[in-house]
């Protein structure tokens, strides 16, 4: 088992870690040294790393919409001027 297999064999442990084991398999590739039934595993292992990649990316890219980031943004901007104006009058010493 591969260091970027998963404890079944499944699959890789990350992301991170799939990316760098297609790196590895396209400078084997790219050496020209690989013979050719090394080269169509290496293929086949390299197909099922990006499938894996851009699953990782598409469920990653989900959450983000689900997030809706710029509705918490606006939340964080309008509860920090809430925050300002109210320190504002509290430091005032003329407030009752």
């Known amino acids: 088992m591969s260091e970027t297999e998963g404890a079944a064999g499944g699959g890789p442990e990350s992301y991170e870690a799939a990316v760098a084991r297609l790196e590895e398999i396209i400078l084997r590739l790219?050496?020209?040294?690989?013979?050719?039934?090394?080269t169509l595993e290496l293929c086949r292992e390299g197909k099922a790393l990006v499938e894996y990649c851009k699953g990782e990316l598409d469920a990653v890219s989900g959450e983000?919409?689900?997030l809706d980031l710029d509705e918490l943004v606006s939340k964080l901007e309008a509860g920090t001027e809430d925050a300002g104006e109210s320190d504002a009058v509290s430091r005032?010493?003329?407030?009752?």
């Open 30 to 38: 790219d050496s020209g040294k690989a013979e050719l039934r090394e």
């Open 64 to 66: 983000l919409q689900r």
């Open 92 to 96: 005032d010493p003329i407030s009752p």
